[in-house]
């Protein structure tokens, strides 16, 4: 504790002896309440503090209240109707469908993302020739740029450019697959059949989202010693063996803040719907609570209700987050945060 | 106290700001919270200037009229065109009009807060449900018995039943702008190429069909977000079929009202066309501006149900020689209700009133002059749509065989000219979105007539079940 405190933020005070039991203490405080200190009290805590009360907490204070009343969002009139929003919610037929839709996203957007992203982060790293010095494939700085390129285009365009290429009659991917003689795919609907929309959906996304993802990996991967590659190459180890023995264990860390994000995407992923699905696809198959949250507040005029909807929201993202990070202490990380 | 106390170690810096991103990457939440709630105090306190027959409303000199106008197809340089014409009238007066494509959005913190403009056109994808805000509207029956700037009654200049939309519960409280009339749109060039005449029943539709087919194109087809212009069509004729009965049922929201049997035969008779194979597959993952190009540009299927916005609509994607024209929607048999030439005509944008806003008579005053001579004859002419004023557009339609023919339907319906108040295009109750669903799949040959009616009906009994929407009472 000690060393924590005078290795701390303010270098060049150091703790008084006994320790931090007696700082708090009013002669410690007149003694030490420096111009310096005050200004770094105030640009580094008061200020942050007062911005993320004023502009997070509140606002979800407020929401959460919000979500107990009848608001329709147009008069600043309300009445308080206790948890029946959340009653109505839960026999929702609709809403609950896009909970579903969103908790499988949930499950198969970061689980294949990061499966490929690892997948080629480990070819461009280490994965080259067995000879000489831990490599990757040849040109791999060429790969990483290219595969960096979709994430540099928006969201919403790269919602766009799909939703153009699923086009059942003018569409690139009809027109490819037509040409090569299959022809039961002349005007068939990517986006417009229950069977096919919400991968064809999820496709787009894992599309986007690869070659930042990739590049993390690499990252990580570029921080590990190639000794320790070298040594697990000695040793016998093959390339799929390397990967799950030795590189997945040493990025654990930023597996884990990866699988965070993006799970959060998914579970949001509006903007890719409102450009692929804005009506929610074939069957409601590809609605998802935030665009039934948009339609309840603002077409349909009941933000007491959708409030209640960005509750949950906020408690399956919590719980998400919370679950990945049981599953990483489970599997032997150590740590919450990467040290 | 301070950081020293208790050390804010990098980890649990850390694990909180990974907390905080958690929590704002699910700003869908934050996204519900208010700016605090203002008063709602500032009702129409503003002094009042001196009412006369050329200043009806008493707009006070030098204040001014907050316009907020939807910026979709129709732009909003016609409401400056107005805004010009109060200012000319008005001494003293400034209309400032400022363009949103976002109306529920932009305006919401306004309306909250309790200060609102002073007229809105509340149009286009994210119109304010008025149904939410009716409470807070402005009775307009002053505006249209209010004589315009030439001198008539307003009421006596516009077309017939063009108040009922905008009616709920008696009050008259949208004005709805731009005059549409729902048709099948058709090319008259290519069926008279080919010899086809306007099908008038939904089987003469289906032996159209065939003769297309014959010719290697489609009779319909649609896109994902307009699936429903086949309910509004196919209401349309189910009314024409049944009379009012249909629509009040609808309207009301009565349990069992798709069962109906003019709704239902209406149901049978696009079934047929849709099993027959007639419809262009792909519509439910088409966006449907594309779609509508297949109809327009590449004449891929040759009928479109559709508002008579579409000529403005498709302007850039319309093959020359297309001769756009509208044909009333087909009836069941040929002795339904109403004939054939009855018209289903609403209008669109609906401007509307706020009472809290700072100049309500402000707002009335440009309403006014968007209803005088000048100002509707401009809109006419520069859209190519009909404003609700009628005799503003001329026998050649400014070269439009679009409008032409609006005008031609307008005419042979006469008095048969019927609305309704809830559903599409109105939409009060916000269901559009979950009927996109069912229409998608029943127009795709995925479901059938029973699973239709039980999905419509479902998101029906919904809406009439739940208490906290406020319904209206349509007679």
Same mark, same amino acid.
């Given at each position: 504790m000690t060393t924590l405190a005078s290795g701390g933020v303010a270098s060049g005070v150091s703790a008084p002896p006994g320790g931090l039991r007696r700082i708090g203490s009013a002669r410690w405080r007149r003694r030490n309440l420096t111009f310096d200190k005050?200004?770094?009290?105030?640009?580094?805590?008061?200020?942050?503090?007062?911005?993320?009360? %004023?502009? &997070? &907490?509140?606002?979800?204070?407020?929401?959460?209240?919000?979500?107990?009343?009848?608001?329709?969002?147009?008069?600043?009139?309300?009445?308080?109707? +206790?948890?029946?929003?959340?009653?109505?919610?839960?026999?929702?037929?609709?809403?609950?469908?896009?909970?579903?839709?969103?908790?499988?996203?949930?499950?198969?957007? =970061?689980i294949v993302t990061l499966g490929l992203a690892m997948f080629f982060a480990t070819l461009v790293t280490v994965g080259g020739s067995t000879r000489g010095n831990i490599k990757g494939l040849r040109n791999s700085s060429f790969y990483r740029v290219i595969s960096f390129f979709p994430y540099v285009i928006p969201a919403i365009v790269i919602g766009l450019i799909w939703s153009q290429i699923y086009d059942p009659s003018a569409g690139l991917l009809n027109g490819i697959l037509t040409r090569l003689g299959l022809e039961q795919f002349t005007s068939f609907a990517w986006l417009g059949d229950p069977r096919t929309a919400r991968w064809a959906v999820m496709f787009v996304i894992i599309w986007g989202l690869v070659g930042f993802y990739m590049v993390l990996f690499i990252a990580a991967i570029k921080g590990v010693p190639a000794e320790v590659f070298e040594a697990a190459r000695i040793d016998g180890a093959g390339r799929f063996r390397t990967a799950v023995s030795i590189t997945i264990p040493l990025i654990r860390e930023n597996v884990? !803040?990866?699988? *965070?994000?993006?799970?959060?995407?998914?579970?949001?992923?509006?903007?890719?719907?409102?450009?692929?699905? =804005? %009506?929610?696809?074939?069957?409601?198959?590809?609605?998802?609570?935030?665009?039934?949250?948009? !339609?309840?507040?603002?077409?349909?005029?009941?933000?007491? @209700?959708?409030?209640?909807?960005?509750?949950?929201?906020a408690v399956i993202t919590l719980a998400y987050a919370g679950l990945v990070f049981a599953v990483n202490r489970i599997f032997g990380g150590k740590s919450e945060v990467g040290e | 106290m301070g950081i020293y106390a208790k050390p804010l170690g990098r980890r649990d810096f850390l694990r909180g700001s990974l907390a905080a991103a958690a929590l704002a990457a699910t700003g869908s939440l934050a996204a519900c919270a208010t700016s605090g709630t203002g008063s709602s105090t500032s009702s129409s306190s503003a002094p009042a200037g001196q009412v006369s027959d050329t200043n009806p409303f008493g707009v006070q000199s030098g204040s001014t009229v907050d316009a907020v106008i939807f910026k979709g197809g129709y732009g909003i340089d016609y409401a400056e065109f107005a805004g010009k014409q109060v200012e000319a009238k008005q001494q003293g007066v400034t209309v400032k009009v400022s363009p949103t494509t976002k109306v529920a959005q932009t305006l919401q913190p306004r309306f909250v807060a309790g200060n609102p403009p002073d007229?809105?056109?509340?149009? +286009?994808?994210?119109?304010?449900? &008025?149904?939410? *805000?009716?409470?807070?509207?402005?009775?307009?029956?002053?505006?249209?018995?209010?004589?315009?700037?030439?001198?008539?009654?307003?009421?006596?200049?516009?077309?017939? $039943?063009?108040?009922? =939309? +905008?009616?709920?519960?008696?009050?008259?409280?949208?004005?709805?702008?731009?005059?549409?009339?729902?048709?099948?749109? @058709?090319?008259?060039?290519?069926?008279?190429?080919?010899?086809?005449?306007? =099908?008038?029943?939904?089987?003469?539709?289906?032996s159209l069909g065939e003769e297309a087919k014959g010719?290697?194109?489609?009779?319909?087809?649609? +896109?994902?977000?307009?699936?429903?212009?086949? #309910?509004?069509?196919?209401?349309?004729?189910?009314?024409?079929?049944?009379?009012?009965?249909?629509r009040l049922a609808l309207d009301n929201l009565k349990p069992g009202c798709w069962s109906l049997p003019p709704i239902q035969d209406v149901f049978n008779g696009l079934k047929k066309i849709i099993d027959a194979g007639y419809m262009k597959p792909g519509g439910s993952g088409t966006?449907?501006?594309?779609?509508?190009?297949?109809?327009?540009?590449?004449?891929?299927?040759?009928?479109?149900?559709?508002?008579?916005?579409?000529?403005?609509?498709?302007?850039?994607?319309?093959?020359?020689?297309?001769?756009?024209?509208?044909?009333?929607?087909?009836?069941?048999?040929?002795?339904?209700?109403?004939?054939?030439?009855?018209?289903?005509?609403?209008?669109?944008?609906?401007?509307?009133?706020?009472?809290?806003?700072?100049? &309500?008579?402000?707002?009335?005053?440009?309403?006014?002059?968007?209803l005088s001579k000048d100002a509707a004859v401009n809109f006419a002419k520069t859209k190519l749509a009909s404003t609700i004023v009628k005799g503003t557009v001329p026998a050649d339609g400014f070269g439009s065989t679009a409008l032409q023919s609006q005008i031609k339907l307008l005419e042979a319906a006469?008095?048969?000219?019927?609305?309704?108040?809830?559903?599409?295009?109105?939409?009060?109750? $916000?269901?559009?979105?979950? #009927?996109?669903?069912v229409w998608n799949s029943f127009l795709s040959g995925d479901s059938d007539v029973a699973k239709l009616t039980k999905g419509l009906q479902d998101i029906t009994d919904k809406v009439a079940k739940d208490d906290s929407i406020k319904k209206v009472q349509v007679s």
């Open positions: 005050i200004s770094f009290f105030l640009v580094f805590l008061v200020i942050p503090v007062a911005f993320y009360i %004023g502009f &997070v &907490v509140s606002p979800f204070v407020q929401a959460a209240y919000f979500s107990l009343t009848d608001w329709t969002g147009f008069t600043p009139a309300m009445n308080f109707i +206790g948890l029946s929003n959340y009653a109505k919610l839960f026999t929702d037929s609709t809403f609950l469908q896009a909970m579903g839709n969103n908790i499988l996203m949930a499950i198969v957007v =970061p884990q !803040t990866a699988f *965070i994000y993006i799970g959060i995407l998914a579970l949001d992923a509006f903007v890719y719907m409102a450009a692929l699905e =804005p %009506g929610g696809g074939p069957d409601n198959t590809t609605l998802v609570m935030a665009q039934q949250l948009f !339609t309840t507040a603002f077409a349909r005029g009941q933000f007491g @209700y959708a409030c209640a909807m960005g509750v949950v929201l | 007229v809105i056109d509340n149009s +286009g994808a994210g119109l304010i449900g &008025v149904n939410t *805000i009716r409470d807070q509207l402005a009775e307009l029956n002053d505006v249209i018995e209010a004589k315009n700037y030439e001198g008539t009654v307003i009421k006596d200049t516009l077309y017939q $039943g063009v108040t009922e =939309p +905008g009616t709920f519960d008696g009050k008259f409280i949208v004005l709805n702008y731009a005059l549409s009339v729902f048709a099948i749109w @058709y090319s008259a060039s290519l069926f008279e190429q080919n010899g086809w005449t306007v =099908p008038k029943t939904y089987d003469e539709m289906l010719k290697g194109k489609y009779l319909l087809g649609w +896109g994902k977000e307009a699936a429903t212009y086949y #309910q509004t069509m196919a209401i349309g004729s189910a009314i024409k079929e049944g009379g009012d009965e249909v966006v449907f501006t594309a779609a509508q190009a297949q109809w327009s540009d590449a004449e891929e299927f040759i009928l479109y149900p559709s508002g008579s916005w579409i000529e403005n609509e498709m302007k850039d994607q319309t093959k020359s020689g297309f001769k756009m024209t509208g044909a009333p929607e087909p009836t069941v048999t040929s002795n339904s209700k109403l004939p054939w030439e009855a018209l289903h005509s609403a209008a669109g944008e609906g401007y509307i009133v706020p009472s809290q806003g700072k100049n &309500v008579a402000g707002g009335k005053e440009f309403l006014r002059a968007m006469g008095s048969n000219i019927f609305s309704w108040t809830v559903l599409n295009p109105a939409d009060l109750y $916000g269901m559009n979105t979950d #009927q996109l669903v």
